[in-house]
């Protein structure tokens, strides 16, 4: 494994220093590609997800196909236009000088994607990487076994190996991939593991993103509209068998007490 891990690390650098990745040419060629993975392999992923999670054909393919197929769309819609140079408004000390803003690639990005949207959350990342033309290290969630299999087995067969790579790895070989030098990591999952990669982050002045989960607290008062707020909590309730950011956390408040609604329960 660490044998693999340096080959890859170096390959990749090798392959970002070589400008390989910055053509529009080729990032639409790369994105092009994610989507023929995506419509070619789309029963193999709803089959992966069933064994994975017991995750429904429709939710399955709304949750994790079709809403990475529309980022997707966006993405290759939009591209063109995003990397052009935009110009700004000049002050009086750059007044001799050329303003603008250009989105330059970062370089070699690590993205760790969680076990709940194992491919959701893995790809969209990705299209937003190659995107902007970086070379791209994947490591999906080692607990979403058949999701894990389709990235490391079947994903490279549609991306360039000279710029994008697949890891395996539990948490402990995770914090040793992390000692290498990445130029930005992209992170879903526990505060607890979200410590650990921003403190390896820190020591490479490294920027992150950080996705830790959150609360979405549902006030319920006595004079609500049943019929109304039943199905629109329930929803975010029963979505992912409750392994979703908007999985609704009910506080009951009787009328009158709303105001008390923001306070911590006992």
């Known amino acids: 494994w660490e044998k693999m891990r340096g080959k890859c690390g170096h390959r990749l650098r090798a392959t970002w220093l070589s400008g390989k990745t910055r053509p529009l040419e080729y990032r639409l060629a790369q994105l092009e590609a994610l989507g023929r993975f995506l419509e070619e392999k789309k029963q193999d992923i709803l089959e992966a997800l069933d064994l994975d999670m ?35 408004d000049k002050n009086l000390a750059t007044q ?32 937003g990487a190659i995107a902007a033309g970086n070379c791209v ?27 994008f790579a697949v ?23 526990n505060p607890a593991m979200g410590r650990i990669v921003m403190t390896a982050a820190a020591k490479h002045l490294t ?13 319920v008062s006595d004079n609500c509209d049943v019929q109304n707020c039943g199905p629109a909590g329930g929803l975010g309730t029963l979505l992912q068998r409750g392994a979703d950011l908007h999985r609704a956390q009910l506080h009951p408040v009787q009328h009158g007490d709303e105001g008390q609604a923001g306070a911590r329960p006992a």
Not at 112 to 117: E, F, G, L, M, V
Not at 141 to 149: G, M
Not at 207 to 219: A, D, I, R
């Open 54 to 88: 017991r995750k429904p054909p429709f939710e399955a393919e709304f949750s994790e196909v079709l809403l990475c197929k529309n980022e997707l769309n966006t993405t290759l819609n939009n591209l063109s236009h995003w990397m052009k140079d935009e110009q700004v």
């Open 167 to 189: 890891v395996t790895a539990g948490k402990q070989e995770t914090t040793r991939l992390l000692e290498n030098k990445f130029d930005y990591i992209f992170f879903t999952g």
């Open 207 to 219: 920027p992150v993103m950080l996705e830790l989960g959150g609360k979405n607290p549902c006030y």
């Open 137 to 163: 290290v994947v490591r999906p969630s080692e607990i979403t076994k058949n999701s894990k299999r389709l990235a490391v087995e079947v994903l490279p067969r549609y991306l360039d190996k000279d710029c």
């Open 96 to 127: 001799l000088d050329t303003a603008f803003i250009r989105r330059d690639p970062y370089g070699v990005v690590l993205i760790i994607a969680p076990c709940n949207y194992p491919i959701y959350l893995l790809l969209v990342p990705l299209i």
